[in-house]
């Protein structure tokens, strides 16, 4: 079974350009999640979607950062413009929740993809 | 606030020489613990789920255990290949709630 996928690897840009991150998940998952990872920290969790709706996007920085999870299946992460403090590494994460447990009383585990370096310069 | 706070920050043994790393955490009403590895340039790999206190779960060398506060990772004769960072994480919220991380220890195994 193909794990998740992430697309660009590595990516370099210069600061004020803008830059996109895509993510594939496992297939038939239902929830999908977007972290990023600064060197030395745990990933800390920029937006999470149920099906194709986001449910929590409070750490998102809505000023330059925008998502979206069309068909709820793929989803593409955006920043414009890009800061030099964006550099780090962007995580997708799916996960599988059973039907009538999306807000239900346990907590089930993520799948990570390889993610994706960013660099700005 | 949800914390989630792991030590050591690192560790090194020689191959062969068990020890435990630590997790402890503040959520309010906890949902699962969670345990990964995370290689150099690699997304974190997902290793155990602990739902209640006192639960136990065994996977090679590695055996993780909870408490109300704590969790542990125990490395028992960890071998070369086990090096690694060791990320652990609380969810408070059910279903598909996203998780809180710690900063990881970072493991080294000397042959």
């Known amino acids: 079974e193909a794990g998740v996928v992430q697309s660009p690897r590595y990516k370099i840009i210069e600061k004020k350009q803008p830059v996109a991150f895509w993510c594939n998940p496992i297939?038939?998952?239902?929830?999908l999640y977007w972290y990023l990872q600064n060197l030395g920290q745990g990933p800390e969790l920029l937006i999470r979607y149920e099906n194709e709706e986001a449910v929590d996007d409070s750490q998102l920085p809505k000023d330059r950062f925008s998502a979206e999870r069309l068909k709820g299946v793929d989803s593409t992460l955006k920043i414009q413009p890009a800061e030099l403090g964006d550099s780090a590494v962007y995580l997708c994460?799916?996960?599988?929740?059973?039907?009538?447990?999306?807000?239900?009383?346990?907590?089930?585990?993520?799948?990570f993809g390889p993610g994706t370096r960013l660099t700005v310069t | 606030e949800d914390q989630v706070t792991q030590s050591p920050e690192a560790l090194r043994l020689q191959e062969g020489e068990s020890s435990s790393l630590n997790c402890s955490y503040t959520?309010?009403?906890?949902?699962?613990l969670f345990w990964y590895r995370q290689d150099p340039g690699k997304g974190p790999e997902f290793l155990f789920t602990l739902y209640s206190a006192g639960e136990e779960k065994e996977k090679e060398r590695l055996k993780a255990t909870l408490t109300k506060k704590e969790s542990f990772l125990h490395i028992t004769a960890p071998k070369p290949e086990d090096s690694a960072t060791y990320l652990c994480a609380a969810s408070s919220g059910g279903g598909a709630d996203g998780l809180t991380f710690g900063k990881g220890t970072h493991l080294i195994i000397q042959p």
């Open positions: 959520v309010s009403g906890l949902r699962g």
């Open positions: 297939s038939g998952h239902n929830t």
């Open positions: 994460a799916s996960s599988l929740c059973p039907t009538g447990t999306l807000t239900g009383p346990l907590s089930y585990e993520q799948y």
